[in-house]
Structures are given as structure tokens and as C-alpha cells.
């Protein structure tokens, strides 16, 4: 598994701005029902940083756009 996260933080320091990359060795499927669960205590389990995911739009079936938000708490350093 890969996976490389950058924080870049504003001059002001009241906002950050996360991107995380990973690559898992598991089939499309189970990797979209795990990272894209918007149920928050399912997702908890794994990932504790995000805060809110909500689903956008659904395109062809295929794809997805959602929006994230994650918990200022574990941004400080």
C-alpha cells in the first residue's frame, strides 16, 4: 500500500488545505464501498481525520463527486 499526505497550511494560519493519495491493493468495488462510506462511525474505524463526507453527484454510474471536510483537531502542529 502507498499512501503520501501534504498539509499546506495558509499565511494566516486559520485554514489548511489536505490532499491525500493512497493505493490498496483490493478490488474497485470494496475500496469504493470502504473510502466513500458516508455513514461517519463505519468510516471512523479507518479513517479518523475526515469529519463529513457527503455525496455530490453521481455520474454514469461509475463515478462519484463528494465533498469532504476534516476534524481541525488533528490539523494543528
Request: proline residues 1%; aromatic residues 10%.
Amino acid at each position: 500500500m502507498f499512501f503520501k499526505l501534504d498539509i499546506e497550511k495558509k499565511h494566516n494560519g486559520k485554514s489548511s488545505l489536505v490532499k491525500a493519495v493512497a493505493v490498496v491493493d483490493a478490488s474497485a468495488d470494496v475500496v469504493f464501498e470502504v473510502v466513500l462510506n458516508v455513514d461517519r462511525h463505519q468510516r471512523y474505524e479507518w479513517d479518523m481525520l475526515t469529519g463529513d463526507l457527503e455525496l455530490i453527484d453521481s455520474l454514469d454510474g461509475h463515478f462519484d463527486v463528494v465533498y469532504g471536510t476534516y476534524d481541525p483537531r488533528h490539523l494543528t502542529r
